[in-house]
């Protein structure tokens, strides 16, 4: 099986920490040469620091803040005259908690800025390069409420459904240029936006993180939450030649917690 990403230029968003970090650590092991995207330069240093180069892979970062679209459409644009692009990873933290009736009109606004389009002006720059070099992987980072809608994540939810409908219509156009589109769905995974939410529940129902912690964790088959790198790895499994055929899918990787096939 063909894994190798030798010679492949990665572009990861959100890349400092978390899932999107735990991608760019395994698509650089593969051999890419991974860019990382973020807001934060400090933070940005030390992740490309963190990234293997033991086949000469060249890293590097990119500053953009997500909830400005046009800075990203500048800061990729810049990117992609100078090396072509060969895997995007959209992945972007998620909304705030909440309900839908309590959600404001700038809470909508502000998540399809962060995601929706910014995933299209991300795709509208890096497509070209990849018609070109023949070889084009695309791996969206949403949810798995794409499926079964979360409590209390509105939002985010919504928003996660736009962009997994703009996926499956993206993979539809450009798969005849050996160009793919998938998704992966992360469930219950150990990430700082988890803990987050944790404690946000706890603080709501006035009991310890643990009793959170332990409720969550009995409704996954599994028992135990997810782990970024075992995200990461069907990541890269997506962005490697041996996923060639696999376009337009949307992949639960949540230890068997979503109800539906």
Sequence with gaps: MNLSLEGRNAV?????QGIG???AEELAMLGANCTLL??????L???VKTLD???RQQHNYLIADFSKPDQVKQVIAQQVQQHPVHILINNTGGPPPGSVLDATEEAFLNAFNQH??????????VIPGMKQAGYGRIINVISTSIRIPITNLAVSGTVRGAVAMWSKILANEVGQFNITVNNILPGLTKTQRLESLIKNNAQKRGVTTDVIEQEMKQEIPMKRFGEAAELASVAAFLA???ASYVNGVSIAIDGGKTGAL
């Design 12 to 16: 990861i968003c959100g890349s400092t």
């Design 21 to 23: 970090l735990a991608i």
């Design 38 to 43: 973020a807001r934060n330069e400090k933070a």
């Design 45 to 47: 240093q030390e992740a």
């Design 53 to 55: 180069i033991s086949l």
């Design 116 to 125: 929706l389009i910014v995933n299209q002006l991300l795709a509208q720059a």
């Design 240 to 242: 490697s030649p041996a």
